[in-house]
């Protein structure tokens, strides 16, 4: 049973925009591995607090990310 984990910072997606992620991922999934297999394909999406995830060494929150989205440094 395919099972996707996403995982993000907390506070950086909307409700909305998770769903959109599931919903995409999901599509995916069935697209590669057939129709028969949606009903047992999960897509979960872990969120971590700001400060618990790094990159380079540099650890990020929420509006760390939210600044690179809009084409800014971190």
Not at 31 to 42: L, P, Q, Y
């Amino acid at each position: 049973m395919p099972l996707v984990t996403i995982d993000v910072i907390k506070d950086v997606f909307t409700p909305k925009q998770k769903q959109q992620m599931i919903d995409k991922v999901t599509a995916a999934m069935i697209e590669v591995e057939g129709e028969n297999m949606r009903g047992v394909t999960t897509v979960r999406i872990q969120e971590f607090e700001g400060g618990n995830w790094a990159i380079g060494g540099k650890a990020l929150s929420a509006a760390d990310v939210q600044a690179i989205a809009k084409g800014r440094a971190a």
